[in-house]
């Protein structure tokens, strides 16, 4: 595609030996139009490098109407109006090239993206080709340029229509499958082994829309692609499908685990009360010896009454607090060993609940998971 230059509509043109045609008679507007002609002509390299002059057929009729002066107002105005025209066609063949460069920038950019350089097809090439033919013609006309423009605009357009199409699916459908991975990422692995099938049918759809991709096969890539779409679609209302019933199992396992862990809760606050309370149940009365009576008793030796301890009651006494004492310490010891039984099971108990708190904790995520997709 050959860019088209910008023009200078108002090109003031000296004209030396080589455009001796410009006479000094000739109709003032006419020599103008002439010289902005002559200007655009000028813009254009053929394909040495060297600047486009006039056409023959221009140059000789332009003679002919300066040289003549009995030449008709209308003939002069009828030349005026084709100069015009080409004119008019050299700038509507500007305003079409620079669409069709945009065109071709942001197709060349989009390519650039995925590593790709543009390969045009054969029938653009030939338009391509055929430009320095077209321009070199001594019948060159605006009209023609714009023509070749049109041309290429239509063959580029044709083109490139499933090209944007091809690469708009194919973002539509990266957007779709970055979705689903993070979604079949959160199923568990019966629900992602349900789903096998369905995610290589895609996978295929769109490892052959990428290779047509890379062959620049836009209409067949089209194609694919927006079967890779329908294929995403269907495997996301798959994924949802197990999602919601993955939500009402969670739900249903969070609700036993719920009832579980208070049940838990109570049999440790159980066990916590039981171990708190105090053992001692027997009460042992050590103050039984000093509640004995003194017998007021007569001492031969020493010839008087004194008083002694009253050995039956104390021994009563002693009897009755060993007695006590041992059923105490058996109790002490059955109570010991019952608390570090409770404090055993309490133990047990809490590391349940925690193991259940911690799976509580899991099915919470994974709920709170599945709530935000």
């Not at 009995?70 to 025209?85: D, L, Y």
């Amino acid at each position: 595609m050959k860019i088209a230059l910008t023009f200078i509509l108002a090109v003031m043109l000296v004209w030396g030996s080589d455009h001796s045609f410009a006479m000094d008679n000739a109709p003032t507007s006419l020599t103008k139009h002439i010289e902005t002609l002559q200007g655009i002509y000028g813009q254009y390299r053929d394909r040495h490098g060297k600047p486009l002059s006039l056409p023959s057929r221009i140059k000789n009729r332009y003679q002919s109407l300066s040289s003549d002066p009995a030449q008709s107002k209308n003939e002069v105005s009828g030349f005026i109006q084709e100069i015009e025209q080409n004119i008019a066609d050299f700038m509507e063949a500007e305003k079409v090239s620079d669409k069709t460069n945009r065109t071709l920038d942001l197709f060349s950019m989009n390519l650039l993206k995925l590593g790709l350089k543009s390969e045009m097809p054969a029938n653009i090439k030939a338009i391509d080709a055929s430009y320095f033919d077209i321009i070199e013609s001594d019948t060159f006309t605006g009209g023609d340029l714009l023509t070749y423009h049109l041309r290429y605009q239509t063959a580029l357009s044709d083109y490139t229509e499933d090209a944007f199409k091809a690469l708009e699916a194919r973002q539509t459908v990266m957007r779709i499958g970055r979705k689903l991975d993070i979604n079949a990422a959160k199923l568990a692995s019966a629900d992602t082994a349900g789903i096998a099938k369905d995610t290589e049918k895609f996978m295929a759809a769109m490892n052959e829309a990428e290779n047509l991709t890379k062959q620049q096969k836009w209409s067949a890539a089209k194609h694919e692609f927006e079967k890779s779409i329908i294929l995403a679609n269907q495997l996301a209302t798959k994924i949802e499908g197990k999602q919601v019933q993955r939500h009402a199992t969670v739900a249903t396992e969070l609700e036993a685990l719920n009832t579980k862990i208070n049940r838990l809760e109570k049999r440790i606050e159980g066990y916590a009360d039981d171990f708190k309370a105090p053992c001692q149940k027997t009460i042992v009365d050590y103050s039984c010896a000093e509640q004995c009576p003194e017998r007021h008793e007569w001492d031969v030796i020493f010839n008087h009454y004194k008083n002694v301890p009253d050995y039956r009651c104390l021994s009563q006494c002693n009897n009755a607090q060993q007695e006590k004492q041992a059923l105490f310490d058996q109790e002490q010891a059955a109570c010991f060993d019952d608390k570090r039984r409770i404090k055993s099971k309490g133990l047990q108990l809490i590391s349940e609940r925690d193991s259940l708190l911690e799976n509580q904790n899991r099915l919470l995520e994974e709920l709170r998971g599945i709530n935000q997709l």
